[in-house]
């Protein structure tokens, strides 16, 4: 079970998919059957690289099969939930189901990377902002505050004074809020 857990949650990651995808898709394209692929591509690893933990799941994959499943009821376990419904969709030809999921991961992580991307920047310009503020409640207010008495500040200043002071009494509480919303 330990293994199982490990090779599907940490090892069998987008990476070495898009891998197993790529390589079942060349075999099958090229006229040989999905067990024969399987076969061939566990002899490759045992081979060159001896990666057990992949040799693991392609093994476990063929003991399924050989136990009656189809090779989109095999492989369903070891992929994502969306992965394993485009393998479902397209069973009746898994080079085509292979070439499509792959191209369906790589587009996934694009939009990852882009979504990611466009909430970076907006973050960073948050904590920056809270820094500044921070830094303004620290060192430039107390000085201010020795001068003159917040009561007879402008308005605008007031308003900062009582936004830096909330931030500065309020901070673990705004850091934990933060945390979460992330």
């Known amino acids: 079970f330990i293994k199982y857990y490990f090779v599907k949650n940490f090892y069998f990651d987008l990476k070495k998919r898009l891998e197993f995808y790529r390589i079942i898709r060349t075999f099958t394209q090229n006229g040989i059957s999905i067990q024969t692929s399987l076969r061939l591509y566990g002899d490759m690893i045992k081979k060159y690289n001896n990666d057990t933990s992949m040799k693991f799941l392609v093994d476990d994959i063929l ?3 050989s136990n009656g499943a189809r090779f989109e009821r095999a492989i369903a376990f070891w992929v994502p939930e969306q992965e394993s ?3 479902e969709a397209s069973s009746q030809d898994v080079a085509n189901a292979c070439e499509v999921v792959t191209n369906f991961a790589e587009n996934m992580t694009s939009i990852k990377s882009a979504l990611v991307g466009a909430l970076t920047y907006p973050a960073v310009m948050v904590l920056v902002l809270i820094g500044s503020l921070l830094s ?3 060192f430039v207010l107390p ?5 003159s008495p917040p009561e007879n500040w402008p308005p ?3 308003n900062l004074y009582a936004l830096t002071t909330f931030i500065h009494n309020n901070l673990i509480l705004i850091t934990v809020t ?3 919303m992330t």
């Open 143 to 147: 000085l201010m505050v020795k001068l």
């Open 178 to 180: 933060l945390i979460t």
């Open 85 to 87: 419904a485009i393998i």
């Open 63 to 65: 003991r399924m099969m």
């Open 156 to 158: 605008m200043a007031q």
């Open 136 to 138: 303004f409640s620290e």
